[in-house]
């Protein structure tokens, strides 16, 4: 939603498919129509990102046009085969959206979110993996994904399927010295 300084991740899809297909057992996983309801994805998308890096005070307006514009078709179109919804207790719990560029350039997580009394669940592992898989199916070998810096729990959601960080600074590890005895 808040402009932020990214870093762009990039995930290899060997074999076409994603690592592993966490379940869940209580909840319905669906391929993502989200226009049955575009107030409540704005809805999710608020209660995801309040209280993290991504979030600047936006309304319910701000988030709704957020999601509009991800469905307008134009320079950037919606992957709507590829993006997937969590529901639980019939309730829009998480949801992955995956767009691509016009030319068929490499398609994009665009966004990733789950409900705030629904974190730390394991369901933002559903739905990414869920996606990667469809796009894997799909004949895609790559897909990007662009973090904010300081993002720490996207960062590591995308690590743990394989995503990797093109433009992050990069560190040599040092074998350490010892100094006086100490280590």
């Not at 790559?142 to 720490?152: H, L």
Request: charged share 20%.
């Amino acid at each position: 939603m808040a402009e932020k300084s990214r870093l762009k991740y990039v995930l290899e899809l060997s074999n076409g498919r994603a690592n592993s297909r966490p379940r869940h057992k209580k909840g319905a996983l669906v391929r993502g129509d989200i226009s049955f309801n575009l107030e409540t994805m704005a809805n999710l998308m608020i209660s995801a990102y309040e209280g993290t890096v991504d979030y600047d005070d936006e309304s319910l307006q701000d988030a709704l046009a957020e999601v509009q514009s991800y469905l307008e078709v134009g320079e950037v179109q919606p992957l709507l085969a590829c993006s997937w919804l969590f529901f639980l207790s019939g309730t829009l719990a998480s949801a992955c959206l995956v767009s691509q560029r016009a030319g068929g350039q490499n398609p994009l997580i665009a966004n990733i979110m789950t409900g705030g009394v629904w974190k730390n669940q394991g369901l933002a592992k559903i739905v990414l993996a869920a996606s990667l898989d469809s796009l894997g199916n799909a004949g895609f070998s790559q897909v990007v994904a662009f973090i904010a810096e300081g993002n720490g729990h996207s960062e590591r959601l995308f690590r743990g399927f394989g995503f990797k960080a093109e433009n992050a600074p990069q560190f040599e590890i040092v074998e350490p010295i010892q100094q006086a005895g100490h280590i």
